[in-house]
C-alpha cells in the first residue's frame, strides 16, 4: 500500500484528447474489456431503431417535399427538401451525440482511475474474468469478472473493486454486483465469517449463502450487536487469538457496515451494495480499512498455528477447519418438499407414469 495516497487524477477532468490517446492505447492492446462493452451494445440496441425509424422517416418527408416542389410554380418550395435535409442531419446528429454521451463518460472515468492507479503504485483493470479467490461470493454463479479494480503493483498483495457474476436463466436470470477488497495474508487461518448487522435486511442476512447457526461465536462487549461471527466449531479458541479486543474495536469502527471473510491466507471485505468507480471517499475509506483493520489482521495471524497440524512451517489448516459448514436455506426446502409432493400427487393420480 502506498504511504499516502493522492486523489489528485479522481478529482481533475482529463481533456478529451486525451482521453482519445488513452481509448486508442487500450484497443490497440488487445484487452478484451478495450472490445465493445455491454454500456455500448445496449446503448445501439435501444438507438439503432429510433435512428433508423427517424433516418426513414426524414427520407420520406424530403422525398414528399421535392415531388411537391417539382410539381409547384411557388419558388421558394424548391428549397424545402435542403431545408429539411439540413435539419434532419443537425437533429441526427444530436441524438447520436446524446446517445454516445455515457459511453464517453466511462472511458474519461477509466482514464482517470488508470492515472489514480499509476499515481499510487497500483494498476487498474476495468475487466479480468474468473478471478481465482476462495472467498464466499467467488464461486457463485456464472460469467464471474472482477470489474473496475485496482490492484498493488508491488509489495503485500491488494485488490478492490468490483466482482459481477450471473445466476438463472431466462426470466431468472439476475446478474449480481458486489463491492470487494482482497488483502492477502502471511498466514494459512480457519474460514471465519464476520456477517455485519448494519446491512442486513427484515428477511435477515445480506450474504449470498447461508452457514450453519451452530458455528456462531459470541465474542465480549457490544460485538455481537454489530457482527455475527461464524467459525468452524472446536476453533473457537483459534478465533479469539485472533479477534482481540483491539482489533474488535477497529472493526466496529472502521468496517461496521460490511461484511469481513478470512479464510486460507486471505482477508475480504465485501459490500453487497457496487463500490463506485472513481469514488475519492470510497476509496480513501478502503485505504484506512487496510491501515487499521488489515494491518492488525496481518499482526494478529502472522504467528498463527492450527495445532491439529503441528508444524509451524507447514502453514496449513486441518481439513475441519478449512471451510465453513453451509446450512440448505428453508426457502429451497419448501421448494424441493413441492416438487416431490407434486410428483407423488401425480404418480398417484395416474397424470406421470412410474
Given at each position: ?26 484497443v ?9 462493452q455491454?454500456?455500448?451494445?445496449t ?7 429510433f ?5 426513414a ?15 409547384s ?21 444530436g ?7 455515457p459511453?464517453?463518460?466511462?472511458w ?11 499515481a ?19 464461486g457463485?454463479?456464472r ?18 473493486g ?7 436463466s431466462?426470466?431468472s436470470r439476475?446478474?449480481h ?34 452457514f ?23 476453533y ?40 463506485g ?44 477447519g478449512?471451510?465453513?459448514?453451509r ?28
Amino acid at each position: 500500500m502506498p504511504s499516502s495516497i493522492d486523489f489528485t487524477a479522481l478529482t481533475t477532468p482529463l481533456p478529451p484528447e486525451q482521453v482519445r490517446a488513452w481509448k486508442a492505447q487500450a484497443v490497440a492492446s488487445g484487452a478484451p474489456w478495450a472490445r465493445l462493452q455491454p454500456a455500448e451494445i445496449t446503448a445501439l440496441a435501444i438507438g439503432a431503431p429510433f435512428l433508423l425509424l427517424f433516418v426513414a422517416t426524414g427520407m420520406s418527408m424530403i422525398g414528399t417535399f421535392a415531388s411537391t416542389a417539382a410539381q409547384s410554380s411557388f419558388p421558394a418550395a424548391a428549397i424545402m427538401p435542403v431545408i429539411l435535409g439540413l435539419i434532419m442531419i443537425v437533429a441526427l446528429g444530436g441524438a447520436v451525440f446524446t446517445l454516445t454521451a455515457p459511453l464517453r463518460k466511462t472511458w474519461e472515468l477509466w482514464a482517470r482511475v488508470d492515472a489514480f492507479a499509476r499515481a499510487n503504485g497500483m494498476t487498474f483493470s476495468p475487466r479480468d474474468d474468473d478471478p481465482a479467490y476462495p472467498g464466499t461470493i467467488f464461486g457463485l454463479g456464472r460469467e464471474r469478472h472482477a470489474v473496475d479494480h485496482l490492484r498493488a503493483a508491488t509489495g503485500r498483495y491488494l485488490d478492490f473493486g468490483n466482482y459481477r457474476y450471473t445466476t438463472g436463466s431466462g426470466k431468472s436470470r439476475r446478474t449480481h454486483t458486489w463491492g470487494f477488497l482482497a488483502f492477502h495474508l502471511d498466514r494459512r487461518m480457519p474460514h471465519m465469517m464476520l456477517d455485519s448487522a448494519a446491512n442486513n435486511s427484515l428477511l435477515g442476512s445480506n450474504l449470498p449463502v447461508s452457514f450453519r447457526k451452530d458455528q456462531i461465536l459470541s465474542l465480549e462487549g457490544d460485538f455481537d450487536r454489530h457482527f455475527t461471527l461464524y467459525c468452524p466449531r472446536e476453533y473457537e479458541r483459534d478465533a479469539l487469538y485472533v479477534f482481540t479486543p483491539d482489533l474488535m474495536a477497529l472493526l466496529i469502527d472502521e468496517a461496521a457496515p460490511f461484511d469481513v471473510e478470512i479464510v486460507d491466507d486471505w482477508m475480504f471485505v465485501y459490500s453487497s451494495r457496487p463500490f463506485g468507480t472513481g469514488d475519492a471517499n470510497l476509496y480513501a475509506r478502503l485505504f484506512r480499512i487496510m491501515d487499521t483493520v488489515g494491518a492488525k489482521t496481518l499482526r494478529q495471524t502472522d504467528r498463527y498455528l492450527d495445532e491439529r497440524v503441528g508444524t509451524f512451517a507447514a502453514n496449513v489448516v486441518a481439513p475441519q477447519g478449512a471451510r465453513l459448514t453451509r446450512r440448505i436455506s428453508v426457502g429451497a426446502i419448501v421448494v424441493f418438499a413441492a416438487i416431490v409432493a407434486i410428483w407423488i400427487w401425480g404418480i398417484a393420480s395416474g397424470f406421470i407414469n412410474r
